[in-house]
């Protein structure tokens, strides 16, 4: 059983910063893929990002290129997105997700509760 725990959400004006924190529990996380989901209001859930679980691999979701950086730390349960340059468009609730591939929900085992991401304009 893993579970995850994301932080960092907030407010931010368009152009700005945030850095999400996933903490997963399990002694096997380093075993796992982890990446990010995110759902807008009135929107179904899309991918953002996902990181294999040595972090040699990496596949982002067209939108997140060039402005997000996911990155793991197996040695304190933890994965991270960096999001800069962020557009209101951005503005989601950011899920963690864990053990699976893909880009799409049901690819994915394990879920945060997620943390909201607001931008605005």
């Known amino acids: 059983q893993v579970q995850l725990v994301e932080s960092g959400g907030g407010l931010v004006q368009a152009g700005g910063s945030l850095r999400l924190s996933c903490a997963a529990s399990?002694?096997?996380?380093?075993?796992?893929?982890m990446g990010w989901f995110r759902q807008a209001p009135g929107k179904e859930r899309e991918f953002v990002v996902a990181?294999?679980?040595?972090?040699?691999?990496?596949y982002y979701t067209d939108s997140a290129k060039g402005r997000f950086t996911i990155s793991r730390d197996n040695a304190k349960n933890t994965v991270y997105l960096q999001m800069n340059s962020l557009k209101p468009e951005d503005t989601a609730v950011y899920y963690c997700?864990?053990?699976?591939?893909?880009?799409?929900?049901?690819?994915?085992?394990?879920w945060g509760q997620g943390t909201q991401v607001t931008v605005s304009s």
């Open positions: 990181i294999s679980w040595s972090g040699d691999r990496i």
């Open positions: 399990g002694r096997t996380f380093s075993r796992y893929a």
């Open positions: 997700v864990a053990e699976g591939g893909g880009d799409i929900p049901g690819g994915w085992h394990y």
